[in-house]
């Protein structure tokens, strides 16, 4: 049987979270800095959508079971 992810809201919540971190916000109206070469907007930008991926993929592993019992053919 299949626990779906969004009915836990906890995992709602971290999603929704890193989904909203991943719009560099906090740099709108800002001076442009740079680190490494690269504007400090996209290492912010490009480490929450690696934070998301790695929530979507936590939520996924541990709230989705899959009891075998139907679904796709083999």
Known sequence: MRDEPRAHRGFRWALA?????????????????????????????GA?????????AWGLSRYWRDDGKGGAAP
């Open 17 to 45: 979270l890193t989904a909203l971190g991943t719009v560099p916000f906090p740099f709108i109206g800002r001076e442009p800095m740079a680190w490494l070469g690269l504007p400090v907007w996209l290492w912010w930008s």
């Open 48 to 56: 929450f959508t690696l934070a998301l991926s790695g929530v979507t």
